[in-house]
């Protein structure tokens, strides 16, 4: 079926959806951390459908859920009571700290990003939001405003009202600090935290409170976060500096978003949630994704106090939200985490394969960065470790292939699109990771010759 579903794209598909490879995949099946094509070739999938299918495809639990549910009741709408929905917010919410314990159902990570921007905003009696350069937080027209990669002139489409702040990127911020990533990147850099590292997450600072004083308005509504940036190629901040950041919002009056679309639900390993992991207690988080291993779901959880202000200032409806069949599925996806151990392995196999990704950099001078956390890893290729000028996109895109060539299948972000970003299932395991790091072993190694 192959050249009459690239004709059906040619002639009824935007062009703007890229399909990654010069042959596109035309794929047939997936099963848990695997993906096979048409000619019936296996992929390790190291991108689980943009950092979505976390549990693994098909995972049979969550499958054999969804099938037990379909035969029963889809849809309702909010305006009628179904358990399973019900069920599947008292256990997610469990999982969340005081009092982050109200929970809206939305269908993607922009409606839920969009609503919390509508949260932030009727809370606050504000309306400036702001978020990072490099970020994404959606495509609708609201989370557009506070985009700034993977799409294309979203400021402008946006309209909206939203500030963008600089990005205390540790490897392309004009003051480094690297080292205070965290202990893991330490070792893999050879390097302490020292006070050289800490000063610039000091200056980071010092420009995240020129946007407050200079951009803004007096107040403002809210910021939002991504724990750790995903489209924009694995991006980590200096340590403790979203802590600071969070204080100085909140001291005028707005409040703290945390985007858990890519690093939530066990992704980066030592905690179920990204925001743990910097010490911080979010006022409203948003989630999509991983939350049901690739069905539509998103949810915005967030303190009675806003969502009492919330829905005092606004009627909000949503049609599709929270239907028993997505309850079902997001169910059986928290328990499949639980079961299957995938928090631990995503912070096991995670470090393990970070680490020997990290041994490419020694030998490759095209790898500038390697780094993440977890089973959310990036490798930033560059013309040189010393000049750090990104890889020319062909080169890039010849690597990429390579590696599917030989049944890796990799996903690709940051600002010139040059990074390779590694989310596979979270049931990976260390030998499909040995794997994997030989294929880019194989692919760079061919590429030097
Ligand atoms: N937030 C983050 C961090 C994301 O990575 C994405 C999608 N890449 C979104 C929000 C938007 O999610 P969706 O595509 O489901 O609207």
Not at 145 to 159: E, F, H, M, N, Y
Not at 285 to 294: L, Q, R, S, W, Y
Not at 346 to 356: A, D, V
Not at 385 to 414: A, F, T, Y
């Amino acid at each position: 079926p192959y050249n009459h579903i690239l004709k059906i794209r040619k002639q009824n598909f935007s062009p703007f959806i890229s399909t990654y490879f010069q042959k596109p995949l035309l794929l047939q099946q997936g099963y848990m951390q695997w993906l096979f094509d048409y000619e019936g070739r296996r992929y390790l999938d190291l991108f689980s459908g943009i950092v979505t299918v976390g549990v693994g495809h098909c995972h049979p639990k969550v499958t054999a859920a969804a099938q037990k549910q379909l035969g029963r009741l889809w849809h309702t709408s909010p305006a009628f009571i179904h358990p399973a929905i019900h069920e599947y917010a008292e256990k997610l919410t469990a999982l969340l700290p005081e009092p982050l314990k109200v929970i809206f159902f939305t269908n993607s990570g922009s409606e839920a990003n969009d609503m919390a921007m509508l949260m932030a905003r009727s809370f606050s009696q504000n309306v400036d939001i702001i978020s990072f350069r490099g970020a994404y937080h959606g495509c609708s027209p609201y989370t557009l405003g506070l985009t700034s990669v993977g799409a294309i002139k979203p400021r402008i489409a946006s309209g909206s009202s939203c500030q963008t702040t600089m990005c205390p990127d540790v490897f392309r911020g004009p003051w480094g600090g690297s080292q205070c990533r965290d202990s893991l990147v330490q070792t893999i850099r050879k390097c302490n935290c020292t006070p050289g590292c800490c000063k610039a997450k000091d200056q980071y600072i010092e420009e995240f409170k020129n946007t407050l004083h200079t951009v803004v308005a007096k107040e403002i509504a809210g910021f939002f976060a991504e724990p750790i940036q995903g489209v924009n190629g694995v991006v980590q901040y200096p340590k403790g500096f979203l802590k600071e950041a969070f204080q100085m919002v909140r001291e005028r009056g707005g409040v703290c978003i945390a985007d858990e679309v890519q690093t939530g639900f066990g992704r980066l390993g030592t905690h179920f949630w990204g925001f743990q992991s910097h010490g911080i207690l979010p006022d409203i988080v948003t989630m999509a994704k991983g939350i049901a291993n690739g069905f539509p779901m998103s949810a915005v959880v967030t303190t009675p106090e806003i969502a009492d202000a919330f829905t005092k200032h606004l009627n909000h409806f949503n049609t599709f939200a929270g239907n028993p069949l997505a309850g079902v599925i997001g169910s059986a996806v928290l328990d499949a985490i639980k079961e299957d151990g995938l928090q631990e392995n995503s912070q096991e196999t995670g470090s393990y394969m970070l680490l020997k990704l990290a041994k490419l950099r020694d030998e490759f001078e095209i790898v500038g960065d390697v780094r993440g956390k977890g089973l959310m890893m990036g490798i930033e290729m560059v013309q040189d470790q010393d000049s750090r000028q990104p890889l020319s996109l062909k080169e890039v895109n010849l690597i990429h292939e390579d590696c599917k060539d030989m049944g890796l299948i990799v996903g690709r972000g940051g600002l010139f699109n040059q990074t390779f970003r590694i989310a596979p299932p979270m049931c990976i395991t260390k030998q499909e990771a040995d794997f994997a790091v030989e294929v880019f072993h194989a692919a760079l190694s061919r590429h030097m010759e």
